[in-house]
């Protein structure tokens, strides 16, 4: 990829998480990177692309950290003790790949688009739909009211730790879905 696309890509992400979409314009986007506006253009017909191509980089980094999180995860408690460490790890700042913890960005970013057949609100709607498919992935069989609860809770939690600052709802969650009838 060409460095300043991936540069402009970076510092919107960066921008975007940290204080919202609708808040950054296009001039600060170029102030922070330092990359000018023909080239801007160049890589993006606009800035709903550049979002676009922002909220795909985010959806590549967070599914690969969910991936290694639950890698070697042999019952589904397992699954249910690394996922949820895992989100109290990213929610203490202690995940470098994701960054410093502002909210899920898509839940973030879809809040700010209205329009839920927008490009935007299908991108945050497919994001969640490939994690709910990582999860069951490494569930051991398939139970579709395990899967519905943990996602449930996974979001609930993010929502939480955001909102509140309770780092640790995730405890709440493990003792919760590991009483669920798996």
Known sequence: MN???QLLIDTALALFYKNGINCIGINEILKVSGVAKKTLYSHFESKEALILAALAQ???????WLNKALRGSDSDKEVITALFSALERWFTNSEPLLGNFRGCFFINSSAEFSDKS???????KN???EVRKMIAH???KENTPLLDVICIM???AITTAHITGEHQVTTKCIDAL???DC
């Open 118 to 124: 927008s490009d935007i609100a299908r991108c945050c």
């Open 178 to 180: 590991n009483n669920f």
């Open 127 to 129: 994001h969640k739909q």
């Open 58 to 64: 985010r959806h590549s980094i967070f599914i690969a």
């Open 138 to 140: 490494y569930l051991t």
């Open 154 to 156: 996974m979001e609930g």
């Open 3 to 5: 460095k300043k696309r």
